[in-house]
């Protein structure tokens, strides 16, 4: 069995400071994991995905991932926040046996001018 | 990478009656799947629909609610049937592009509104 947690519901930050949203995951087998992000009124947006290859992976916008096994978690950041991140973030699981994956409840980033 | 459309893009409608939703993708892909996104919540999945075969229904979903064709690799539908006002949600299709890509692409979602 999967599953994902996203630990924060609303996320705000200033203009220009760092973001940070955390995930975390449980799987049976060695996940992919995944980050969308979804503007209001959009469809979703592949940001970057981690296959078991570098755990430091980059998506695009500026943002990263780290993959860290020992700490079930695959946390999302960027080092400066601009006001077109404001946005809807999710964290996804697939436990690479099956092609379902998992949705977390995803995270609201606030920017603030 | 896949470009996918969906028809209509938004729509209001009234009980006990139904809709169907059409997803188109750019290339022939193998995997599509059927989202659920209710109102502030996160995505569900309905069904995954790969073509030549009946469709397969996650818990809480059944054919006759949800019924959904998949005619060729590019190509398929999702009718909300007998709807009611919990049937208003974004109905998202998605793709995954290739054996073991695992990543899948997201169409532009369908607004449903039910009176």
């Known amino acids: 069995a999967q599953s994902v947690t996203q630990l924060d519901s609303h996320v705000s930050v200033s203009e220009g400071t760092p973001v940070l949203l955390r995930c975390n995951y449980s799987?049976?087998?060695?996940?992919?994991l995944f980050w969308y992000v979804q503007h209001p009124n959009k469809g979703l947006q592949l940001l970057l995905k981690?296959?078991?290859?570098?755990?430091l992976v980059k998506g695009i916008n500026g943002f990263e991932a780290e993959f860290k096994k020992s700490e079930t978690s695959f946390h999302l950041t960027k080092p400066s926040a601009h006001m077109s991140d404001a946005a809807e973030y999710f964290c996804?699981?697939?436990?690479?046996?099956?092609?379902?994956?998992?949705f977390g409840t995803g995270t609201k980033l606030q920017v603030i001018p | 990478s896949a470009v996918i459309s969906q028809k209509p893009s938004r729509d209001i409608c009234q009980r006990g009656t139904s809709l169907t939703i059409q997803c188109q993708v750019d290339?022939?892909?193998?995997?599509m799947f059927w989202y659920r996104q209710q109102p502030g919540q996160s995505l569900t999945l309905i069904a995954t629909?790969?073509?030549?075969?009946?469709?397969?229904?996650e818990s809480g979903f059944v054919i006759d609610k949800f019924p959904i064709s998949r005619p060729n690799l590019t190509f398929s539908t999702l009718t909300v049937s007998n709807m009611s006002p919990e049937d208003s949600s974004i109905y998202l299709c998605s793709v995954e592009t290739g054996v073991g890509q695992e990543t899948q692409y997201f169409g532009p979602g369908t607004r449903l509104l039910v009176l």
């Open positions: 981690y296959t078991s290859a570098a755990t």
């Open positions: 629909a790969n073509q030549g075969s009946e469709a397969t229904y």
């Open positions: 799987s049976s087998y060695s996940p992919s």
């Open positions: 290339s022939q892909v193998t995997m």
């Open positions: 996804v699981v697939s436990d690479g046996g099956y092609q379902k994956v998992t």
